[in-house]
């Protein structure tokens, strides 16, 4: 919802004077206990899944007909239909289940191959790095562990590391090696 459409219903709510009311339980909501999600205003408290009650925090939600929804029970009540529902769905289905119409249609193909296409591999050790231990320093590609001081081996972290002829090294290393005389 736009800015705009958001003031313009907090307008309407406390239009009686007061405090804006909470979207959930109608009472007063007051400074301290206040929470705006969905272009509404909650009390903290209030402000949960409409499948299993569970506290949400703002940002985290799922909306559903102006309701917040943790993501688990969104997809298990209004994601495909199947065992389990959410990243199971749409597994079995009845042929009644079947015949309800949906406003979310999985309309992709499957992939019938996985392309993985090339690797990037780490420029110290040259072992291939995955997203989660992927560094890049100096526009190189290195594992976490493998950005190491050529004079120290001590593991760095991005914005400790200076470079020379291809080489990194730890401020202290790069000084005592390549700085001026009175520095070493």
Request: charged residues 30%; hydrophobic residues 25%; glycine residues 10%.
């Amino acid at each position: 919802k736009s800015k705009k459409q958001w003031y313009q219903r907090r307008v309407a709510i406390t239009a009686g004077g007061g405090a804006p009311k909470c979207k959930r339980c109608e009472k007063s909501v007051y400074a301290a206990e206040e929470l705006k999600a969905l272009g509404f205003v909650w009390h903290k408290t209030c402000f949960k899944c409409s499948g299993c009650e569970k506290r949400l925090e703002s940002g985290k939600e799922v909306e559903h007909d102006e309701k917040p929804w943790c993501k688990n029970c969104y997809g298990k009540r209004f994601g495909p239909k199947g065992v389990g529902g959410g990243a199971t769905a749409g597994c079995l289905q009845t042929s009644e289940e079947g015949k309800s119409s949906s406003k979310y249609k999985n309309t992709n193909q499957p992939a019938k191959q996985l392309n993985l296409g090339t690797q990037e591999k780490c420029v110290f050790c040259e072992k291939t790095v995955y997203a989660a231990e992927k560094l890049i320093v100096l526009n190189k590609i290195f594992h976490k562990t493998c950005v190491k001081c050529k004079g120290c081996s001590k593991v760095m972290s991005p914005g400790d590391v200076l470079e020379h002829e291809n080489d990194i090294y730890c401020k202290h290393c790069h000084t005592n090696t390549f700085g001026p005389e009175g520095t070493k």
